[in-house]
Structures are given as structure tokens and as C-alpha cells.
């Protein structure tokens, strides 16, 4: 079972086109407008070992917004794909990870069912570099609402604007590594009473 997913998006705003494999070894080729979401992807693919590789072009000289969110549309179409029937799905996955003085803790269930939770205290109104914070949170809302997850992002306690973000994506990366998982034990079975995660 090849678990791969290519999708593209082309609008008047952006212009994406991403290729995903659940089952990689970290390979990533990373390129997009917005330099600290390109580092986060790179974490992202590193760190839940997939492979990645991104194109993005967009609208930035209004601002980032349609970028980063239009790149959490695509990927999280990416693994709705990429997951096919999920048969066999380890399902659920968390992470709880440090990063010097901040504790971040992702959670993640590839349901069939978007919902969304962030509670993610101080990222208002700072900027890491020409990268607006707030914009984090529109990424893995769009994620959540293309892959058809529960997502939920906790941040227990921090202050580094770039050591909280840094730490989230990682923390998700890992989230998503283990609960993409095929459990052997399951036999194919869908891990659901319904029989199906996809309606």
C-alpha cells in the first residue's frame, strides 16, 4: 500500500503544489514565500520522518495570511488522501514536547471529523521575523478542517514566540507520525464501531 498524496491549489492569491509520503524517511524540498513557515515545514517533515516536498507562491505583498493558510488547506488534503480508507490506522496520536522553557503538548485523531482546539496563550500580536504569530493558528485550523481530524494544541507554559511555535509543528509532527501508523494487530480492520472513518 503506497500511502502518497499530490495535490495543488491554484488560485488568484496562491499557488501551491505538494507532494506528501506518509511512509518516508524525512526527505523534504521545501520552497514558499514565507521563510519561518518553510523552517516549520522542514521540521515537520524531519521530524515526523515524512517525505515533503513544497512549492508555494502567493500574495505577500498584502501579507502571509492567504499563504499559510492556503499551505494548511493543502497539506491537510494531503494526508485526508494519503490516509485512502484508513484501514488498518493506528488512529490517535500525541506528543508532548519541551523546547528550553516551553512544554507543548499536540493531539491528534484522523476521525473523519474536523474539530479544532487552541489554546495557545501569547502569541498575539508578536512577529518572528516578517512571520505574524497569529498566523500559526490559522494553519492548523485549515488542517484540521481539510484532513477531517481532531486536533488540539496546548501550550503548558512558555514565552519564546519562536521556541513555542518551533515547538508546536515539532510536537505535531510527531503527533501525526505515530497516529498515521499501521497497527499490524488490527488486520486491516478500521479502527472505528462505525466500520468506517471516512463518512
Not at 501551491?16 to 523534504?28: F, N, P, T, V, Y
Not at 512577529?127 to 481532531?150: M, P, S
Request: with cysteine; charged share 20%.
Amino acid at each position: 500500500m503506497t500511502r502518497t498524496a499530490t495535490v495543488a491549489r491554484d488560485t488568484r492569491e496562491t499557488q501551491i503544489h505538494l507532494e506528501l509520503a506518509l511512509d518516508g524517511s524525512g526527505r523534504r524540498a521545501i520552497e514558499t514565500p514565507v521563510p519561518f513557515l518553510s523552517h516549520m515545514l522542514d521540521a515537520f517533515a524531519r521530524h515526523g520522518v515524512f517525505d515533503l516536498k513544497v512549492r508555494a507562491a502567493g500574495d505577500i505583498e498584502i501579507d502571509a495570511h492567504h499563504t499559510v493558510e492556503d499551505l494548511g488547506l493543502v497539506l491537510g488534503t494531503a494526508f485526508e488522501q494519503a490516509l485512502g480508507d484508513r484501514a488498518g490506522l493506528v488512529r490517535y496520536g500525541s506528543a508532548t514536547l519541551p523546547m528550553d522553557e516551553v512544554l507543548v503538548t499536540v493531539a491528534v485523531d484522523f476521525c473523519g471529523r474536523p474539530a479544532f482546539v487552541w489554546n495557545v496563550p501569547g502569541l498575539d500580536g508578536k512577529w518572528i521575523g516578517d512571520f505574524d504569530c497569529e498566523l500559526a493558528k490559522e494553519f492548523f485550523a485549515a488542517f484540521a478542517t481539510r484532513a477531517q481530524c481532531n486536533l488540539h494544541v496546548l501550550v503548558h507554559y512558555g514565552g519564546n514566540a519562536h521556541h513555542t511555535i518551533e515547538c508546536i509543528f515539532k510536537a505535531f509532527a510527531r503527533a501525526c507520525d505515530a497516529a498515521t501508523a499501521i497497527d499490524p494487530r488490527l488486520g486491516g480492520a478500521v479502527p472505528s464501531t462505525k466500520g468506517t472513518l471516512t463518512k
